[in-house]
């Protein structure tokens, strides 16, 4: 059974100041949950990481914020979308240290590891969507 | 289909009297066991049922976990969490959702009068959407307890990984049990807590206590490590086994530039060296 | 675009990050330090990270950046005031920031550059070395 969806924002990823808005946007949201300062600079940090993905690697997108439920504990989805080149091979791209030719990092393996869930759907012409989730335990 | 059920405007008329004998019924079903105030009971009643009712008029009697049902979910989860914490069982809990029925049917029996097939059809709506919020109690009442045992493992943890100072600007974490990765996590916030409190420059991890160390757990030590010096402090391993020299060695885990040593005590001669001092013997006048 | 103001103190630049910088700023904090310790034949850079509640690898880097480029022109960095959970982040980010000197906070990290400037005149006054 799905996750009960409670309320969601949708924020655009084009420029650097929208990096910054995203971060400040998790950060409250995070703080509204009640997360612990660990967790809040976890999931705060790994969003960083995404949105600058989706405006540098992507040539910009979005960003969606839900506010997720299961019976007992409440969690912030968000969803970066764009409509890029797309990863080849997305395996290589979440091992650490793996780097375009231009030196920048894609940072997934180290998002990945600060969210409680990650999944990624991408692929050469069709974009990439990221979706983290980080459960206030 | 909701278009056609009744159940909404039954509701609606019939809310006092419903809520009165609920609660009657309620009150009949405590075992004794656990403890709620009456008034407590009835206001918590109270609030389920005009949830329930707002709910109800949204017009989807299916999809309880939907935005129209956040409300219900919001009082049911209350309503466990106290439950659970007061030392109801599950079943006592759900219960409650689940007498709701007799007087929800009896209202609905009065409305239909003779229409036996519309009778039957909307108590078979009424039976699924009660037994759905029923279940989700059980759901949360266990995630509530599930959360009691994490948050009393947390304390254990915090409670068996003491940092002692060990000297100005010197100290000491002395590792007991298995590291993982949660464990991990509480390590290195109380580390660093303690290394912004003591103004810190060397911590000595004491792994004495560690039963194995395999790669894992080289990994978090490493990471507990970085994470000290990221706030400008070294560390030092000590407690360093025969055994786990070896392992080490073999897994070809780098220590890097991290000092360890065999024994606490030469980590903290080290320490005390780094730290610019070093411990002289009184002369034999000195010690009178 | 808001520029980080860099001070000098001595033959130490000063910097503090206050800020959720844009990658933009990041940038132009590099390029202006690494001209100012020419201009200022700076010995030291001490970067005040005390405010920040969120390093990303991209910041990470900066500092990274900030510290080998320093190096090449002959002075030394310390980045002061990590924050215990920025900390444990990054680590978990998988950046360690090798090479990086750190220190608690902006007073030990004065020490440890006045430390160091002192060994390079001492090393300076012994012409056999």
């Given at each position: 059974?799905?996750?009960?969806?409670?309320?969601?924002?949708?924020?655009?990823?084009?420029?650097s100041?929208?990096?910054?808005?995203?971060?400040?946007?998790?950060?409250?949201?995070?703080?509204?949950?009640?997360?612990?300062?660990?967790d809040?600079?976890?999931?705060?940090?790994?969003?960083?990481?995404?949105?600058?993905?989706?405006?540098?690697?992507?040539?910009?997108?979005?960003?969606?914020?839900?506010?997720?439920?299961?019976?007992?504990?409440?969690?912030?989805?968000l969803?970066?979308?764009?409509?890029?080149?797309?990863?080849?091979?997305?395996?290589?791209?979440?091992?650490?240290?793996?780097?375009?030719?231009?030196?920048?990092?894609?940072?997934?393996?180290?998002?990945?590891?600060?969210?409680?869930?990650?999944?990624?759907?991408?692929?050469?012409?069709?974009?990439?969507?990221?979706?983290?989730?980080?459960?206030?335990? | 289909?909701?278009?056609?059920?009744?159940?909404?405007?039954?509701?609606?008329?019939?809310?006092?009297?419903?809520?009165?004998?609920?609660?009657?019924?309620?009150?009949?079903?405590?075992?004794?066991?656990?403890?709620?105030?009456?008034?407590?009971?009835?206001?918590?009643?109270?609030?389920?049922?005009?949830?329930?009712?707002e709910?109800?008029?949204?017009?989807?009697?299916?999809?309880?976990?939907?935005?129209?049902?956040?409300a219900?979910?919001?009082?049911?989860?209350?309503?466990?969490?106290?439950?659970?914490?007061?030392?109801?069982?599950?079943?006592?809990?759900?219960?409650?959702?689940?007498?709701?029925?007799?007087?929800?049917f009896?209202?609905?029996?009065?409305?239909?009068?003779?229409?036996?097939a519309?009778?039957?059809?909307?108590?078979?709506?009424?039976?699924?959407?009660?037994?759905?919020?029923?279940?989700?109690?059980?759901?949360?009442?266990?995630?509530?307890?599930?959360?009691?045992?994490?948050?009393?493992?947390?304390?254990?943890?915090?409670?068996?990984?003491?940092?002692?100072?060990?000297?100005?600007?010197?100290?000491?974490?002395?590792?007991?049990?298995?590291?993982?990765?949660?464990?991990?996590?509480?390590?290195?916030?109380?580390?660093l807590?303690?290394?912004?409190?003591?103004?810190?420059?060397?911590?000595?991890?004491?792994?004495?206590?560690?039963?194995?160390?395999?790669?894992?757990?080289?990994?978090?030590?490493?990471?507990?490590?970085?994470?000290?010096?990221?706030?400008?402090?070294?560390?030092?391993i000590?407690?360093?086994?025969?055994?786990?020299?070896?392992?080490?060695?073999?897994?070809?885990?780098?220590?890097?530039?991290?000092?360890?040593?065999?024994?606490?005590?030469?980590?903290?001669?080290?320490?005390?060296k780094?730290?610019?001092?070093?411990?002289?013997?009184?002369?034999?006048?000195?010690?009178? | 675009?808001?520029?980080?103001?860099?001070?000098?103190?001595?033959?130490?630049?000063?910097?503090?990050?206050?800020?959720?910088?844009?990658?933009?700023?990041?940038?132009?904090?590099?390029?202006?330090?690494?001209?100012?310790?020419?201009?200022?034949?700076?010995?030291?850079?001490?970067?005040?990270?005390?405010?920040?509640?969120?390093?990303?690898?991209?910041?990470?880097?900066?500092?990274?950046?900030?510290?080998?480029?320093?190096?090449?022109?002959?002075?030394?960095?310390?980045?002061?005031?990590?924050?215990?959970?920025?900390?444990?982040?990054?680590?978990?980010?998988?950046?360690?920031?090798?090479?990086?000197?750190?220190?608690?906070?902006?007073?030990?990290?004065?020490?440890?550059?006045?430390?160091?400037?002192?060994?390079?005149?001492n090393?300076?006054?012994?012409?056999?070395?």
């Open positions: 059974m799905p996750d009960a969806i409670r309320n969601s924002e949708r924020l655009p990823i084009h420029a100041g929208d990096v910054v808005a995203v971060r400040q946007a998790v950060r409250a949201c995070a703080v509204q949950l009640g997360f612990g300062l660990v809040q600079t976890k999931i705060v940090t790994a969003a960083s990481e995404l949105a600058r993905n989706t405006l540098v690697h992507g040539g910009g997108g979005w960003m969606e914020l839900e506010i997720v439920e299961q019976p007992g504990r409440k969690g912030l989805r969803t970066f979308e764009d409509r890029g080149r797309g990863i080849p091979d997305v395996n290589l791209a979440l091992k650490d240290g793996y780097s375009t030719s231009n030196g920048l990092g894609l940072g997934l393996g180290g998002a990945r590891r600060l969210c409680n869930e990650f999944e990624i759907s991408s692929a050469p012409g069709e974009g990439t969507r990221v979706t983290i989730t980080r459960w206030n335990l | 289909m909701s278009g056609s059920s009744r159940i909404p405007e039954v509701l609606r008329d019939n809310e006092a009297e419903i809520l009165a004998e609920w609660h009657k019924l309620q009150l009949a079903a405590s075992t004794g066991r656990g403890t709620l105030r009456e008034a407590d009971l009835r206001e918590q009643s109270r609030a389920f049922l005009s949830a329930f009712r709910a109800v008029q949204g017009g989807d009697l299916q999809d309880t976990r939907s935005e129209n049902w956040a219900v979910r919001d009082v049911l989860a209350e309503v466990s969490r106290t439950r659970a914490r007061q030392g109801f069982t599950p079943v006592e809990t759900a219960a409650i959702v689940f007498s709701l029925k007799q007087p929800l009896d209202a609905l029996a009065a409305a239909y009068g003779s229409d036996t519309g009778l039957v059809k909307e108590i078979w709506t009424a039976t699924q959407l009660l037994d759905r919020l029923g279940l989700l109690t059980f759901e949360a009442y266990q995630k509530t307890r599930e959360d009691i045992i994490a948050r009393q493992q947390q304390e254990m943890m915090e409670l068996s990984t003491p940092v002692v100072q060990l000297w100005e600007g010197i100290l000491a974490l002395p590792l007991i049990g298995t590291l993982d990765s949660a464990r991990t996590q509480v390590v290195m916030e109380t580390l807590q303690q290394i912004v409190q003591t103004g810190a420059s060397i911590a000595i991890i004491d792994i004495t206590g560690v039963p194995t160390v395999d790669t894992l757990v080289a990994q978090h030590l490493l990471k507990t490590v970085a994470a000290a010096r990221l706030m400008g402090a070294d560390c030092v000590s407690g360093v086994r025969p055994q786990i020299a070896q392992t080490i060695v073999h897994l070809g885990v780098e220590l890097g530039d991290v000092a360890s040593k065999a024994t606490l005590a030469d980590a903290f001669r080290l320490a005390l780094r730290t610019g001092r070093a411990v002289s013997r009184l002369s034999a006048e000195g010690r009178g | 675009m808001e520029r980080i103001p860099i001070l000098k103190v001595g033959p130490n630049l000063l910097v503090t990050i206050q800020v959720d910088m844009h990658d933009q700023t990041a940038i132009a904090l590099q390029e202006d330090l690494t001209a100012r310790i020419v201009e200022k034949r700076a010995s030291g850079v001490l970067i005040d990270i005390s405010s920040l509640d969120v390093v990303d690898s991209f910041i990470g880097r900066m500092l990274a950046n900030i510290a080998a480029m320093s190096r090449i022109l002959g002075a030394t960095t310390v980045v002061v005031g990590m924050r215990p959970s920025v900390a444990i982040t990054l680590v978990e980010l998988g950046l360690s920031l090798k090479g990086v000197r750190t220190a608690l906070n902006v007073e030990r990290g004065m020490e440890m550059l006045q430390a160091e400037e002192q060994a390079e005149t090393a300076g006054r012994h012409p056999e070395l």
